[in-house]
């Protein structure tokens, strides 16, 4: 039968038969070169495979060999411990050691803290030690320095840069209460102690951080008939920065002052 292909459009175009006629389409079959590439190797006594599958058994061939390490891992050193952090209970679970973390306490009271001395739970992610002078909170958690030299407010803010910290920023109830009750601290009486607080213009009645650059709303925590605003004429410059005043040994609250009084102050490490 001849391989050539029948004029198809011409049974369609013609009207006049009567008669189904079927054309049978021989095609030229051609033959797979893979497969015959494949079976003369085996006819060599070798073998052929696709690439696809060579690439499967490789990537097979590695992830079982790194299941099979990490169970010899697992089965040396034994699964990870579920390590605590600050504060929490570490009879059960060890403290995260990492972090510089200690399980310290009594029978079920025990709890994961930094080491006793001069530690404290720095920025809520390791301990960190205390410089040499520098107080560290009741609750550990803080580490402040509080001079006995008076300096002015910028002054004072360079200081506490200098020595790798910042003028104290009073941003929550517990630090106020914190400033309150730490008996080492030995304030003075009636002293006025900068923070690194200040007002972002005259009478503006608008305070920031002079690091974080945050705003302060807290009007609570100034003192009766605080913030005054007064007019210094010696320095000829309204009263915008702002300190801890020391009224006893259990309370404190904040005053504004000219910026260019000298007054002692508070960092921390931060």
């Known amino acids: 039968m001849s391989s050539e292909l029948p004029d198809i459009t011409k049974f369609l175009r013609d009207e006049t038969k009567n008669k189904l006629v079927i054309y049978e389409l021989e095609y030229n079959k051609i033959d797979d070169p893979n497969e015959k590439f494949r079976t003369k190797a085996k006819s060599q006594g070798q073998c052929a495979c696709r690439?696809?599958?060579?690439?499967?058994?490789v990537n097979f061939a590695i992830i079982t060999i790194f299941m099979f390490l990490l169970l010899l891992i697992l089965i040396e050193i034994g699964p990870v411990a579920?390590?605590?952090?600050?504060?929490?209970?570490?009879?059960?679970g060890k403290c995260d050691s990492s972090k510089g973390l200690v399980c310290t306490g009594i029978n079920k009271y025990k709890t994961?803290?930094?080491?006793?001395?001069?530690?404290?739970?720095?920025?809520?992610?390791?301990?960190?030690?205390c410089p040499p002078n520098w107080i560290v909170s009741n609750n550990g958690t803080g580490c402040y320095f509080v001079s006995d030299?008076?300096?002015?407010?910028?002054?004072?803010?360079q200081w506490c840069i200098t020595s790798q910290s910042r003028p104290i920023e009073i941003s929550n109830e517990n630090i106020f209460v914190t400033l309150q009750s730490i008996?080492?601290?030995?304030?003075?009486?009636?002293?006025?102690?900068?923070i690194g607080l200040r007002e972002i213009g005259p009478n503006?009645?608008?305070?920031?951080?002079?690091?974080?650059?945050?705003?302060f709303s807290k009007s609570n925590y100034f003192c009766s008939g605080q913030p005054a605003h007064t007019y210094n004429y010696y320095f000829q410059e309204y009263d915008q920065c702002i300190g801890l005043y020391i009224q006893s040994n259990t309370s404190s609250c904040l005053r504004?002052?000219?910026?260019?009084?000298?007054?002692?102050?508070?960092?921390?490490?931060?």
Do not use: H, M
């Open 149 to 157: 030299t008076e300096l002015t407010f910028i002054d004072a803010n």
């Open 51 to 57: 690439l696809w599958l060579i690439l499967f058994l």
């Open 256 to 270: 504004d002052s000219t910026c260019s009084n000298v007054s002692p102050f508070i960092c921390e490490l931060y």
């Open 183 to 194: 008996k080492d601290f030995n304030f003075n009486l009636t002293k006025t102690y900068w």
């Open 204 to 215: 503006t009645n608008i305070y920031r951080w002079i690091t974080s650059l945050s705003t």
């Open 82 to 92: 579920p390590y605590q952090t600050y504060g929490k209970q570490c009879v059960s």
């Open 112 to 129: 994961c803290q930094c080491p006793s001395g001069n530690w404290f739970w720095y920025d809520n992610t390791k301990c960190r030690e």
